[in-house]
């Protein structure tokens, strides 16, 4: 069964920078997409961006000077990197498997680690 | 970006149906694929595919959900009802990047 399962600090001060992990199991990330959602205070949900099974990426513009998403292979693991965050980014962000086309859907959610930034 | 209009609130009484609605700013359909999925949140869950492609139940999914639609104006039918439906449902469209998600209509029971 495909789980993923997202880790990092709860608290990140304004101005620094907010790094997530999701560790995946029972599929490779090698195959498809895997992605980042985050679910504002109030439920706005936000797609954040992206990484492809070749290690492309594509991000929301609203966050593309800010954000990064990497992965490494050998642990099956894809990461977050949001910079310069201000309150606004606090919300809960899951990770979450893409499927392309002809599928177009995020099937497997992670369970989501809440982020406060605060001072 | 593609804007996706929910309502926010939907009540309704076990047994009955629920019909929850999600239109967008422009449409999300290519040929004859609607790129509109749905989405079941429960508080403290992760959300879960119910419908992928306006009409297709995801894996698992009781056959008491259902959905329609095409262009922009998109449907997602509960019948009947349980008391289990309780939760927050989104609509997300992948027709065009940034995929967006609508704000979400709580189900609730009267």
């Known amino acids: 069964e495909v789980q993923l399962q997202e880790s990092g600090p709860g608290l990140v001060k304004p101005s620094q920078s907010l790094s997530l992990t999701c560790s995946v199991t029972?599929?490779?990330?090698?195959?498809?997409?895997w992605g980042w959602i985050r679910k504002f205070p109030g439920n706005k949900m936000e797609w954040m961006g992206y990484?492809?099974?070749?290690?492309?990426?594509s991000y929301n513009p609203s966050l593309k000077s800010r954000i990064s998403i990497t992965r490494d292979t050998s642990k099956n693991q894809f990461f977050l990197q949001l910079n310069s965050v201000t309150t606004e980014d606090t919300a809960t962000y899951y990770c979450?498997?893409?499927?392309?086309?002809?599928?177009?859907?995020?099937?497997?959610w992670g369970q989501g680690v809440m982020v406060t930034v605060s001072s | 970006d593609i804007v996706l209009t929910q309502s926010p609130v939907l009540a309704v009484s076990l047994g009955q149906r629920a019909t929850i609605s999600c239109r967008a700013s422009?449409?999300?359909?290519?040929?004859?694929?609607?790129?509109m999925h749905w989405y079941q949140q429960k508080p403290g869950q992760q959300p879960k595919l119910l419908i992928y492609?306006?009409?297709n139940l995801a894996s698992g999914i009781p056959a008491r959900f259902s959905g329609s639609g095409s262009g922009t104006d998109f449907t997602l039918t509960i019948d009947p009802v349980q008391a289990d439906d309780i939760a927050a449902y989104y609509c997300?469209?992948?027709?065009?990047?940034?995929?967006?998600f609508g704000s979400g209509t709580k189900l609730e029971i009267k």
């Open positions: 990484i492809s099974y070749s290690g492309s990426t």
């Open positions: 422009q449409s999300v359909s290519i040929s004859s694929i609607n790129l």
């Open positions: 997300q469209q992948s027709r065009e990047s940034p995929f967006t």
């Open positions: 979450a498997r893409y499927m392309p086309r002809p599928l177009y859907y995020f099937d497997y």
């Open positions: 029972g599929y490779s990330i090698t195959s498809n997409y």
């Open positions: 492609r306006a009409s």
